[in-house]
């Protein structure tokens, strides 16, 4: 049974996670204010440059005169430092709020600790760890991305029952093989507004012709990243006119790349013979990405999972049999695995906690 501390933290997490679609680059955080066993106001972290969860929580306070009486819960370590926003341990140190509950620490510099020592240094009771597992694993994106220095990298397909992606392009002339009913492919849209980019191989550009936007989900678009090591793409792909941005990787030695200098087109040279993967991903830190959804085939997709460089897998499997077919990669047996469905489709979910392993040396 839950503490009435983890309950109001549990509260936090929900909100908090509403942060998905906005709060990117900045942590997803939430806040519960509390007083004498009632919620008087809650807030989140609604869009990185706004402002954060514990103001927000205030905000919504009807009678400010209670929060001299009240615990705020909060699901990370409020900021003490000037960024985008004034620091939200100055604000509940000047509303004389009674008692602070911190979920987890934040790790890095700019913070780790001072908030709470600032509070507790203006006499204020602070209290942390409550739910601290779920809280970190909530940030684990933002985590992975400041500890490990790269994105939070996600691999999804979709496969028939034994095991297939796709018939080989022989057996159908042009077009993948679906297997996503109208409701999968939503929630394949809804994976797409919640990372920040999005790649596919050049043999996934050719074939779908695809848009990688979330067109059924509302949300940020992702940016659109395509490996391209020859140059070998046609110029009137989606992904070269509709207007979005669109990176491109490709090999320096290329020539004639049909698509460079399209208006809404980037294209990267790099040497993809000399570890390529790790090329780009640092390109992507560097561009502040910090989550990553990888949609190629089963080429690319094993690529990723080959060189370890994956921290979750989302494989939806439906009932067809294909019998013969492109091989679909392994679903890695490691990690935390959870299955549910979507219609009559399977979803197996695996995620790593990679980021647990640096955490020390910040907490």
């Given at each position: ?130 739910l601290e597992n779920e809280c970190l694993d909530l940030n684990r994106r933002f985590l992975t991305f ?29 077009g993948a093989y679906t297997f996503s009913t109208p409701q999968s492919m939503a929630w394949m849209h ?80 790099i040497d993809c013979v000399a570890d390529n993967m790790q090329k780009i991903l640092n390109d992507l ?79």
């Amino acid at each position: 049974m839950m503490t009435e501390d983890e309950k109001y933290m549990n509260r936090c997490l929900r909100l908090a996670s509403n942060g998905i679609y906005g709060a990117a680059p900045n942590p997803m955080v939430g806040a519960v204010i509390v007083h004498n066993g009632r919620i008087i106001g809650e807030g989140y972290h609604v869009r990185c440059g706004e402002a954060h969860a514990e103001v927000n929580a205030i905000r919504s306070v009807k009678d400010p005169a209670q929060l001299k009486d009240s615990t705020i819960y909060v699901s990370l370590e409020p900021c003490s430092h000037y960024g985008k926003t004034p620091p939200c341990a100055d604000l509940i140190i000047e509303k004389k709020i009674a008692r602070v509950v911190v979920g987890c620490v934040d790790p890095f510099s700019e913070v780790s600790g001072r908030g709470i020592e600032k509070i507790r240094a203006a006499g204020i009771d602070v209290k942390v760890g409550v739910l601290e597992n779920e809280c970190l694993d909530l940030n684990r994106r933002f985590l992975t991305f400041h500890l490990l220095k790269r994105p939070y990298i996600t691999l999804k397909w979709a496969q028939s029952i034994d095991g297939f992606m796709d018939l080989k392009r022989e057996q159908h002339g042009s077009g993948a093989y679906t297997f996503s009913t109208p409701q999968s492919m939503a929630w394949m849209h809804q994976a797409r507004a919640t990372h920040q980019a999005i790649l596919v191989g050049a043999n996934t550009a050719v074939l779908d012709n695809p848009s990688l936007t979330n067109r059924l989900w509302a949300g940020n678009q992702p940016l659109r990243i395509v490996l391209d090591g020859t140059g070998r793409l046609p110029k009137d792909l989606r992904l070269f006119t509709d207007g979005l941005p669109t990176r491109v990787y490709v090999d320096k030695t290329a020539i004639d790349v049909a698509y460079e200098g399209a208006s809404n087109v980037k294209v990267i040279r790099i040497d993809c013979v000399a570890d390529n993967m790790q090329k780009i991903l640092n390109d992507l830190y560097e561009l502040n990405i910090q989550s990553l959804l990888v949609e190629g085939g089963a080429n690319v997709l094993g690529a990723f999972i080959g060189n370890n460089l994956w921290d979750e897998v989302r494989v939806e499997s439906s009932n067809s049999f294909l019998k013969e077919g492109v091989q679909a990669p392994q679903i890695p047996n490691e990690g935390i695995t959870s299955e549910s469905k979507i219609d009559e489709n399977n979803i197996i979910s695996v995620r790593l906690n990679r980021y647990k392993e640096h955490l020390s040396r910040y907490l």
